[in-house]
């Protein structure tokens, strides 16, 4: 399932509802622009509702759903533009509130639908209900504009961020409250009261510190060493009921819980010995501090494992492309980890061709890691391509595309830079047509 095909197929569900309900009870007015106005007015109001509760729903890491969402990191970059769409239907529908007086003075009030004023607790209620949406609007919107600009300190927004199971608990309350009446006794009524029911749920569960609670261990450091300025390698013992992991699954490190936790992929194989192996860049605050914060004997919690860009998920009947950018190599260090260690015991590797891009190969400690594992993997062909060799480049998804040969279903696994995947993907798509399906771990969930 793609986040296109989610998202697209939620905002027609939630219009579907709305338009069954017109459909059912008319615009509840003879006037075409008082209901133009008014149904404009419920519709960006049910999808921002709606919007809210699903990204609320996808905030809470559950790990159930990571198989048809393609894991953590997709479900939280559609957390994300749920999230933002949802802000922007609020302030359409803040704007359309706003705008009322307008429509009186053009078309007059003739053939404006009644208001539904409840006396007694749900009048008091519906009252609360409209305060804390206008409330809603504006942390929503200040919560935005810092949301996407990328230079506000991540740690900083992390903390505030948390006030949004908050404002979400308030904007359910208004939707409750402030729905049309008639919205009960129609799907939309039904879809509404389940979404605000999870979404409530969802709510709750972050509040209360549940998310992840679970998957989190205590964890020691072991080892930290930097093979290269820039690069940490951070090596911790798991302790407790360690569950294991797979192959290029991640999890959440946490060295102090002011900072937070930092989702980084397990760049070793699982041995069942609760070690787990970090292969962390600088490029942040957190990871140019971490080669002198973390020391041996450390403790620090784990929380995982997550993510399915797993090397048992591969289709063994499809040519294997495997793509990475920089840092976004890490993965594949735990697959060919994993591959090495089939390989030794009598089991068979996939043929595959592995592109890693880098800038110069010669200070670059993956490009050496990648030799090394690959040579004991044989079925594995690494090409490494280096962009800061001073010869005209010859664009990535060409290279890329050398690997691939025309009507030969292929797979390919990609990680590193969203433009690098962006072309790689355009690239293939171009030669290989529906036969390409295309990977992606998003190292990004901001
Ligand atoms: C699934 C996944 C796997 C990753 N694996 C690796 C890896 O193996 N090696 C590696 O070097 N990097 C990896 N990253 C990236 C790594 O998480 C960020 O580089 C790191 O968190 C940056 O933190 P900072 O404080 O140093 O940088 P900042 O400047 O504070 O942040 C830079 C950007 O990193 C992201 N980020 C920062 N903190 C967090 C957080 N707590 N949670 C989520 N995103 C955050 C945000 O997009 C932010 O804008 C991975 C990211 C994801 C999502």
Known sequence: MTLITTFVTFIALLAWAWGSALWAHGAGTDSVPWAVYTQSF???????????????????????????????????????????????FAAMHW??????????????????????????????????????????????????VITLWKRFPYHLWRHLHRVMPV??????????????????AHPIGWLLAGLLTVGSLAAGWTLTGQVGRSRRYAATVVSVQTPTPGVTELVCRVQG?????QAGQFAFLTLNWFEGAHPFTIASAPHGDG????QIKALGDFTRQLGHRAQ????????????????????RSARQIWVAGGVGVTPFLAWLDSLAEATWQGGAAPEADLHYFTRQAADDPFARQL?????????????VHESNIGLTPTPPEQLVAESAQAGQRTEVWFCGPAGLGQRVRAGLKRKLGWRLRFHQEAFEMR
């Open 371 to 383: 030799r090394t594992r690959c040579a004991a993997v044989p079925s594995v062909k690494l090409h």
């Open 42 to 88: 419920y519709l960006s109001g049910v999808l921002s509702i709606g919007l809210m509760s699903l990204a609320m729903v996808l905030a809470v890491r559950l790990t159930w759903l990571e198989r048809p969402f393609g894991g953590i990191d997709q479900m939280y970059r559609l957390h994300k533009w749920t999230g933002i769409a949802a802000v922007g």
């Open 296 to 315: 041996p004997g450390q403790p620090v919690t784990v929380e995982g494992p997550y993510g399915q860009f797993k090397l048992s998920r591969q289709r």
């Open 167 to 184: 404002l979400y608990l308030g904007v359910a309350l208004h939707s409750a409250v402030l729905a049309p009446a008639d919205y009960w």
């Open 241 to 245: 009921a360690w569950r294991g992991h």
């Open 275 to 278: 070690l787990v192996t970090f």
């Open 95 to 144: 704007l359309l509130e706003m705008a009322d007086d307008i429509v009186k003075a053009l078309y007059g009030r003739a053939g404006r639908p009644a208001e539904q004023e409840y006396g007694g607790w749900l009048g008091a209620l519906q009252d609360v209900g409209e305060e804390m949406g206008e409330w809603a609007i504006y942390v929503a919107l200040a919560m935005l």
